[in-house]
């Protein structure tokens, strides 16, 4: 079966742009993941869904990112007027449920990573 | 808050030797864990998971230990090779809510031929 995809892959914008980075992630996933990676640096934690809602938006860094997933698959991450350090790879990831425990099968929320989408800002 | 932590120092070791990396957790207490490797430019990619009630994991060449009273997981490579160069995450669910698991920063393996 097909794993998480993103697109796309590249994508170069001028400051001041708004960008849409999509995600389509594992059938049959419930949750969904948004992670920023700057060069050289760890995972920084956006945001995640349970089904089309997101329980935890604590990562989005300001009011110019959004997201948003509907049907309970595609997710659509908005970055408006881009920064020059907004410039990072953006990986999505997919997990069955999340919640192992509460959900009653322990690594049910092993997540599956997309390739990334990487964003340069001139 | 819950706390996770990882050699933040790459590590570095000649081939054929036996990696050990650590993970250490603070203010809480995950019921099970799991370990990721990541590729550069790539996402992390899951390894193994241990429960609370497991002391060791096995797979291949990998182990992976829990010990709930250090608040401590190791994670072992053993007879390294150079195609084991990478960074390894270690990602406990997150405390309380949905439980969302959490990465750590990661430490860096870098083996030596």
């Known amino acids: 079966g097909a794993g998480v995809s993103q697109s796309p892959s590249n994508k170069v914008t001028e400051k001041g742009k708004d960008v849409e980075l999509r995600c389509d992630p594992i059938?049959?996933?419930?949750?969904l993941y948004w992670y920023r990676q700057s060069l050289g640096q760890g995972l920084e934690f956006l945001i995640y869904?349970?089904?089309?809602?997101?329980?935890?938006k604590s990562g989005l860094p300001s009011d110019r990112f959004s997201a948003e997933r509907t049907g309970g698959s595609v997710s659509t991450l908005t970055i408006q007027r881009t920064q020059q350090e907004d410039s990072a790879v953006y990986l999505c990831?997919?997990?069955?449920?999340?919640?192992?425990?509460?959900?009653?099968?322990?690594?049910?929320?092993?997540?599956?990573f997309g390739p990334g989408t990487r964003l340069t800002v001139l | 808050s819950q706390k996770i932590e990882q050699n933040s120092e790459a590590l570095n070791i000649q081939e054929g030797k036996t990696a050990t990396l650590t993970c250490n957790y603070t203010?809480?207490?995950?019921?099970?864990l799991q370990w990721y490797r990541q590729d550069p430019g790539r996402g992390p990619v899951f390894l193994l998971l241990?429960?609370?009630?497991?002391k060791e994991k096995r797979k291949e060449r990998l182990k992976v230990t829990f010990d709930t009273t250090l608040k401590q997981s190791l994670f072992h490579i053993t007879a390294s090779q150079p195609a084991d160069s990478a960074t390894y995450l270690c990602?406990?669910?997150?405390?309380?809510?949905?439980?969302?698991?959490?990465f750590g920063t990661g430490t860096k393996l870098q083996v030596i031929p």
């Open positions: 203010n809480y207490s995950p019921a099970y």
């Open positions: 990602a406990p669910p997150q405390a309380g809510g949905y439980q969302k698991v959490t």
């Open positions: 059938s049959g996933h419930t949750a």
């Open positions: 990831a997919s997990s069955l449920t999340t919640g192992g425990i509460m959900a009653g099968a322990v690594g049910s929320d092993t997540q599956y």
């Open positions: 869904f349970q089904g089309n809602s997101a329980p935890d």
């Open positions: 241990i429960r609370e009630n497991e």
